[in-house]
């Protein structure tokens, strides 16, 4: 008997994506023509040694550059080919970001940062406010929220940065070396925290690292070699 449900379709697609870079004479070639989909719900860790090519994928993804040749698509939609515009006013509703350095504007107050995202969405002050304080207290911030970056401890802005990232539930959360700064036991806090509202809010994750331990946490694990996928697996939990 034929099955005729349909396919679900990934969430990530990516389509023979190839980036080249000139350098002098010569051009050099970050990317050779990777081919992925990710599904909704997935936390995939995108895993490989400097100057693998990890880097530069996760600014594809993002659509933080253009593909020299193929295409990425999140939720069907091309993100590679949107104008500067299209892409800011897409990333706002879509994609959240947790980075290394945690990327806190030091001007404004832990509930001041993690409530942007929901400024760039429309969401009445007061609203966005009260979210931004939820998600503080959820990740054990309830003590910090008036506090400035420069009052918080690396572990307390990467967790106010983890705030930030989810408070607007977007389908996507890129985190790029999100522990490369802290110690080993809040890096287990901070994994812990994320893989935590990825699951309770099946979101997408694109883990990019160079630490196994880090990569551990995925539930797949896409490893790059000299731009190029040299493996793609699943792990078993």
Do not use: W
């Amino acid at each position: 008997m034929q099955n005729t449900c349909p396919r679900k379709r990934p969430l990530i697609e990516v389509h023979a994506v190839r980036k080249e870079y000139p350098l002098g004479d010569e051009t050099v070639v970050a990317l050779k023509n990777i081919s992925l989909n990710i599904m909704r719900g997935e936390i995939c860790c995108i895993f490989g040694t400097s100057g693998s090519g990890k880097s530069t994928f996760l600014n594809q993804l993002a659509g933080m550059e253009k593909p020299t040749r193929g295409e990425v698509l999140i939720g069907g939609v091309p993100v590679s080919r949107l104008n500067e515009n299209q892409l800011a006013a897409f990333r706002q509703r879509h994609i959240g970001f947790v980075f290394q350095s945690y990327n806190l504007l030091p001007n404004l107050t832990a509930t001041e940062n993690v409530a942007l995202p929901l400024m760039f969405r429309g969401v009445p002050r007061k609203e966005r406010e009260a979210a931004a304080r939820q998600m503080l207290c959820r990740v054990g911030l309830e003590h910090r929220l008036d506090h400035f970056p420069r009052q918080m401890s690396g572990g307390q802005q990467q967790r106010a940065g983890i705030a930030r990232a989810f408070v607007a539930r977007p389908d996507v959360v890129f985190a790029d070396e999100p522990t490369g700064n802290l110690d080993s036991k809040t890096t287990v806090e901070i994994m812990e925290m994320i893989c935590t509202f990825a699951r309770r809010y099946h979101q997408t994750i694109i883990l990019v690292t160079h630490d196994p331990e880090m990569a551990a946490y995925a539930d797949r694990i896409v490893r790059l070699i000299d731009g190029t996928i040299v493996s793609d697996e699943p792990r078993h939990r």
